[in-house]
């Protein structure tokens, strides 16, 4: 885990100091809140519908045991005892007071954490594949390169004033688990003729006018990699639109411009930049690489390596519950004997994404116990314990299991992606967290979320799609008519390897149709799927639209 070093420790308590004069002005009357909107943005501070939201960066998801406890403490002392998890692997703060503000900044800076660059025009939290350093099917760690550019980007004056916010993730597995297709900037590893390099995607994101990233170079060395980030946003920031916000992200300018066009100038501008400007120092990826070396894993004796043996397998065979949760929310690890787990924050019974304070300090201590101190937020908004022994997963789910952090759902229909909708955000037209509540309560009801399997469900509250609803295989979209909250239905989508966009399937529906309409395209799905093992969206792909349109409005 990167620790921070003299530069960063100044930057983020001057900024804190800053800041803390800055809502003194406001509270003061000395400055309006129209002066005082861009100061509290640029420190994450947000002005939601009913109070003041933090949003806190958790740069590429990692935290410690002792960030987690500052978080929990942050929780219970300045909020209502609760988080919540963000698709950008932040953590949100829904209800601290403006006068309170400048203490959690405080807090947070002593266990070297901040809000700079959550909100803005500016490089937002860099993202990467929550499985990072521990997945089997990855050729190296990605964090290193999220630690490159999140210093890079840092306060970087020709980033200072983009013409909008800017999302940039990595992968270097196999699978794409950081959705880097559907993001301004998308970086994945792969390996050429023995050499590991990346694949360059810019032009992917979701909002009012979604688009799957184009590749601009299919193979850039890795030690070009700051340069041609430079190059792409200097291009961005020189033609982006800045006369109307919803036409301002790299997205429209790559559609405005093609493809071919927008990779000639990025490439003329990265030979201007080479010829002035330092690459990427080997000995700096060599620093930071070394705050990521692999944790001391133990090499485990034979009975401690397999799960089809031992007293794993026999607590599984004598414990339904365990054996689910095993199943769904576990993954394979790279070092044998070793299991990625997951740790669901989608229980029916709370808001997708939220974790209480009492249950971030359980998630620590296992963290402290049992996963080399380190957890991680995942941008499908739960957690995650990269490296737990086989042998210690019945004593990790009981713990997990007493804090209701156990609902073995991963991957699964109610692994909700929702985002805060009208519960919280000013600009939603409908509540997302309700109805996500009641599609996992129906599943629940019915008990065949293990059975139908794959299926990623999304929600928004508006056309903002902070909730993906692009990219779910159902997704879901909150509109306003005539005052009243109604949700169209989108198929098809899909933000992995094989990202595609949904498509708006027909009129708008109430709650209440919402909800049976999904309860009928799972009915459907479990009826025309060719086998048991083939997905909803492969399922979908193979019979076309037309009977799963007619499902969904009770067309018989």
């Not at 980033?159 to 970086?187: C, E, M, Q, W, Y």
Request: hydrophobic content about 40%; charged content about 30%; some cysteine.
């Amino acid at each position: 885990m990167y620790r921070y070093d003299e530069f960063d420790a100044a930057i983020v308590r001057d900024r804190v100091a800053q800041f803390k004069g800055q809502v003194a002005r406001r509270l003061s009357g000395e400055l309006t809140e129209d002066q005082f909107k861009p100061l509290r943005l640029m420190n994450g501070l947000y002005l939601q519908l009913h109070a003041y939201m933090l949003r806190v960066a958790i740069p590429y998801g990692v935290l410690s045991s002792r960030q987690l406890r500052r978080l929990a403490r942050i929780a219970r002392t300045y909020d209502k005892g609760y988080g919540h998890i963000t698709t950008r692997q932040n953590i949100q703060f829904n209800w601290p007071s403006l006068v309170d503000a400048p203490k959690i900044l405080d807090e947070l800076a002593e266990v070297e954490m901040h809000a700079i660059q959550t909100s803005g025009n500016c490089i937002r939290n860099v993202t990467t594949d929550q499985y990072a350093g521990a997945a089997a099917d990855e050729i190296e760690d990605p964090r290193v390169w999220c630690e490159v550019i999140r210093q890079w980007s840092t306060f970087h004056p020709e980033f200072s004033f983009l013409p909008r916010k800017f999302k940039i993730a990595v992968t270097a597995a196999a699978t794409d688990r950081a959705a880097v297709r559907v993001h301004d900037i998308g970086l994945r590893l792969h390996e050429r003729d023995g050499e590991a390099g990346f694949e360059v995607l810019v032009g992917g994101g979701l909002g009012r006018t979604p688009h799957i990233g184009a590749v601009v170079r299919d193979f850039l060395p890795k030690e070009h990699l700051l340069s041609y980030l430079e190059a792409i946003l200097r291009v961005y920031n020189l033609e982006g639109r800045r006369d109307n916000k919803y036409k301002a992200r790299i997205k429209i300018l790559v559609n405005a411009l093609g493809v071919e066009a927008f990779r000639e100038k990025v490439e003329a501008e990265w030979a201007t930049l080479r010829r002035d400007a330092v690459d990427l120092p080997p000995e700096e990826v060599d620093r930071i690489n070394a705050y990521f070396a692999p944790p001391a894993f133990e090499a485990l004796a034979a009975e401690d390596l397999a799960d089809e043996d031992g007293d794993v397998a026999r607590f599984a065979e004598a414990n339904a519950a365990f054996r689910a949760w095993r199943d769904a929310n576990t993954a394979a690890h790279k070092a044998p004997g070793y299991r990625i787990v997951n740790v669901s924050l989608k229980d029916p019974d709370i808001p997708p994404g939220d974790i209480t304070d009492a249950q971030m300090e359980v998630v620590a201590d296992l963290a402290e116990r049992f996963s080399f101190d380190e957890a991680r937020a995942t941008h499908e908004q739960n957690l995650v314990l990269p490296h737990v022994r086989l042998r210690d997963l019945p004593d990790v789910w009981r713990a997990l299991d007493a804090a209701g952090l156990a609902t073995p759902n991963i991957e699964k229909a109610s692994d909700i992606i929702a985002c805060p909708g009208l519960d919280y955000c000013s600009l939603a037209n409908a509540r997302s967290i309700p109805l996500a509540q009641r599609i996992g309560s129906d599943l629940a009801a019915h008990g065949d979320e293990q059975d139908i399997g794959d299926l990623k469900i999304k929600i928004s509250g508006c056309i903002n799609a902070c909730g993906h609803h692009h990219v779910g295989h159902i997704g879901i979209l909150g509109v306003d008519k005539k005052g009243e909250e109604f949700y169209q239905i989108l198929l098809g989508g899909s933000a992995s390897d094989d990202a595609s966009l949904a498509a708006i399937q027909g009129r708008a529906l109430s709650a209440d149709e919402t909800v049976a309409a999904v309860r009928r395209l799972i009915d459907l799905y479990k009826e025309r799927r060719a086998a048991p093992e083939e997905r909803f969206l492969d399922a979908f792909r193979r019979l076309g639209d037309a009977p799963f349109k007619e499902a969904i409005y009770g067309v018989h």
